[in-house]
């Protein structure tokens, strides 16, 4: 879905801003070339928000639980 009007999709592909780039393959990628380092952390006050501690998820694990999702959802 894209909800930016075409001259601004235009404008900041030019610029750089955007690319041709699916959020897929920017978490393949990443999980490729740096799978050991930190791509998410729960915020401190996750206690206070769901049970569990705070999380830290390296790019290999975000892209592990992304699979997983996805083949529960299939």
Do not use: H, K, S, Y
């Not at 990628?29 to 705070?54: C, H, K, Q, S």
Request: proline share 5%; glycine share 6%.
């Amino acid at each position: 879905m894209i909800i930016a009007d075409e001259q601004r999709v235009l404008d900041c592909t030019e610029r750089g801003i955007w690319r041709n780039t699916l959020l897929g393959g920017w978490l393949e990628r990443n999980a490729t070339l740096t799978p050991d380092r930190e791509a998410v952390v729960d915020p401190p006050n996750r206690r206070d928000i769901t049970d569990g501690p705070v999380r830290r998820l390296t790019w290999r694990d975000l892209a592990d639980a992304t699979d997983r999702l996805a083949c529960g959802i299939l």
